[in-house]
Each structure stands twice: as structure tokens, then as C-alpha cells.
């Protein structure tokens, strides 16, 4: 029996084989990630800052005709998404270890959903991603900050992405500490969207 065996996601997070101090997309924010895709069933996808590997099992998973690129700078992560597709039985994801956006110039398929969770040299990888993109494409970035959204934003705009959409992610959830339980607040983040039409 498959370990997830529902056909929509939202796999509780501590299914998830996890290494310390390594950021997740919880799963409340994965789902709105997911939304913002507006995959097709025979997409190609690349996840840029793939992390534990969540998203790329979320949508190998949801998506199995789905072509998925994870890309993932540090070595032992990128194992960490390895494992995470074996223990969810995912076959139909490709893990590239390496920085954007120089790593992403061996790549020869044409993405027409790209994820862009964060990084140091966001515009720059932006602007390079905007370039590979499939006309008709969505791109989708994450930003934790305002400054991170202001830079996403100043690229969106000189890009000319059309049907841009902002949301900023608020969900707390019922956690246990200790012996008691509390509302907690899921990390928000800024979830920015958009598409290529020519």
C-alpha cells in the first residue's frame, strides 16, 4: 500500500524525512504553491530551491505524467529530496545538484511551470527563468520579506508578466507543546504569480 494513498495532497509534514536546520514548505503553504502552478497533466516543472523535496513529491504524486526538475544547491538536501521521492514511490522527478542559475543551462526541456522558493540571487535567477520559459508558461516566486518582494516585484515589472497575482500566506494551526496545545503561526511567506503570453 502506497504510503500517501489520497489523490489530492497535503501530506502532514512530519511525513517527510527532514535533516536540521533545513526549511520546509509546510504543508498549508505547499498547497497554495500548488494552486498557483495551475499545472497541466503533461507539464514540465522546475522547483528552484527544492529543499526536503516536498513540493516535487506533491506533484509527482498529483502530476505523474509530469515532467519535474528539483534543483537543489547543497549536496546532502539534494539526497534528502532522493529519499523523499523513494519513501513516496515518485518516479517522475530529476534532481539537479547546483546553483541557479548556472546549473540550469544543461537543462534541454522547455519548463512551462517554474517554482522559485527564495535565493540569494533572486532577480538574477528570474530574469534568466523568464528567458527558458514556455510561452504560456506560469512563474511563481516566494519571498519571506519585504525586501525579497520588492525585488520580485521590480522584476516582475520589468518582465512585463501579465496576470500578476500577490498573496500572502496567514494560517495558524493547532500544535501541541509540551502538554498543552496552542495555535501556532505557519511562517508566512509572499507567494508572487504570473504568466508568459508572448
Not at 513516496?88 to 522558493?117: H, K, M, Y
Not at 498543552?180 to 505557519?186: E, G, L, P, T
Amino acid at each position: 500500500m502506497a504510503i500517501w494513498s489520497y489523490a489530492t495532497p497535503g501530506i502532514p509534514d512530519d511525513m517527510f524525512e527532514r535533516l536540521p536546520g533545513i526549511p520546509m514548505s509546510k504543508c498549508e503553504v505547499r498547497l497554495l504553491l500548488i494552486s498557483h502552478l495551475r499545472l497541466r497533466s503533461h507539464s514540465v516543472f522546475w522547483d528552484i530551491g527544492a529543499g526536503t523535496g516536498t513540493i516535487p513529491v506533491e506533484v509527482g504524486l498529483l502530476c505523474p505524467t509530469c515532467k519535474i526538475i528539483a534543483i537543489e544547491r547543497d549536496q546532502d538536501v539534494a539526497g534528502l529530496i532522493a529519499l523523499n521521492c523513494q519513501k513516496f514511490s515518485v518516479n517522475n522527478v530529476e534532481i539537479i545538484n547546483g546553483s541557479a542559475p548556472e546549473c540550469l543551462e544543461v537543462l534541454s526541456d522547455t519548463p512551462d511551470r517554474i517554482l522559485i522558493e527564495g535565493g540569494r540571487s533572486i532577480q538574477e535567477i528570474l530574469i534568466y527563468c523568464w528567458q527558458r520559459l514556455a510561452i504560456g508558461g506560469r512563474i511563481i516566486a516566494t519571498a519571506s520579506t519585504l525586501e525579497g518582494l520588492y525585488k520580485i516585484s521590480e522584476s516582475f515589472a520589468q518582465l512585463h508578466i501579465r496576470n500578476i497575482e500577490i498573496v500572502q500566506s496567514a494560517v495558524n494551526r493547532l500544535e501541541t507543546k509540551g502538554n498543552r496545545q496552542i495555535f501556532a503561526a505557519v511562517n508566512p511567506i509572499f507567494i508572487l504569480s504570473g504568466d508568459k503570453v508572448s
